[in-house]
């Protein structure tokens, strides 16, 4: 029996990419989802399917940016499941660019999502951890939170924040049945590079995310993670594309 079984993961940004095939994977093992992202509808669409291959799912509009919508959703998960097991923080933006190209609006776009999303599934989701007594944050860095290249000093730059927010989080929790892991995916086929608005950026990544990943894979390495005995703690994945 798949030790998933009955869990319950809140996993934000579930409307596309990583997060949706999360959702999927998950549920497929069996564990209970609360999924959330702002496109309700495409939450809704996902829902459905799931259901109807017979898997356990509530959705949750979310903007992470909004500290007490993830209080909300992880009330929510409360009520329905009775306890939060894992909070998977996927939700993510990558509006690449180089510096120059002074998109001050972006940059502070990817701060609030990718930064300032994760601290709020952390302050909303630790009290209810060290309430029940135990729990796990999966935080979605990138292969960008070890290596800056140009165009992605920003968002590098906050993929480097996620694996220093995860890292203290898991030094501060030790001794409470807390985990953290942190997941660093490479290019991983997904809707990420749509919000790119600089043209020679979106040029160079057409021909980039040519070796992409499935976002199944990077599934896979997040259930992995909470799939593990509990006194288990898979701190760091990186994935890369073989080339
Ligand atoms: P997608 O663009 O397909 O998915 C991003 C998800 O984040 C969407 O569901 C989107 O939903 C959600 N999101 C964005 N802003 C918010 C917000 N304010 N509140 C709630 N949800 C939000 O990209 P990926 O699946 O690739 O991205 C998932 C994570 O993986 C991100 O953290 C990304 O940085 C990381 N990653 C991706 C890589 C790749 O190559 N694809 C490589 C390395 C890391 P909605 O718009 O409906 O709110």
């Keep these: 029996m798949s030790s998933l079984k009955g869990r319950t993961v809140i996993i934000t940004g579930a409307s596309s990419g990583i997060g ?24 809704e669409a996902l829902a459905s399917k799931i259901q109807q291959d017979g898997g356990s799912v509530t959705v949750q509009r979310l903007d992470v940016t909004a500290l007490e919508e993830m209080q909300e959703i992880i009330k929510l998960a409360q009520s329905r499941y009775g306890q939060v097991d894992a909070i998977v923080n996927n939700a993510g933006v990558m509006p690449l660019s180089p510096l120059e190209a002074l998109k001050i609006e972006e940059w502070n776009r990817m ?91 979106i040029d160079f990544m057409k021909e980039y995310r040519r070796i992409a990943l499935p976002a199944a894979a990077i599934a896979r390495s997040i259930a992995y993670a909470i799939e593990q005995p509990t006194d288990v703690d898979v701190n760091e994945v990186v994935i890369r594309p073989l080339v």
Aim: glycine share 8%; charged share 20%.
């Design 20 to 43: 949706e095939e999360t959702a999927r994977l998950l549920a497929s093992r069996s564990a209970n989802i609360v999924i959330g992202a702002r496109r309700v509808e495409r939450l």
């Design 111 to 201: 701060i609030d999502v990718n930064i300032r999303g994760v601290l709020h599934g952390i302050a909303a989701g630790l009290p209810v951890m060290k309430e029940q007594g135990f729990g796990q944050f999966v935080n979605v860095a990138s292969i960008g939170a070890y290596e800056v290249s140009p165009t992605a000093t920003v968002y590098s730059a906050t993929k480097y924040a996620v694996r220093a927010i995860t890292d203290g989080l898991r030094q501060e929790t030790a001794g409470q049945n807390i985990r953290a892991t942190l997941i660093s995916p490479g290019v991983t086929e997904s809707e990420l590079a749509d919000s790119i608005t600089h043209k020679e950026t």
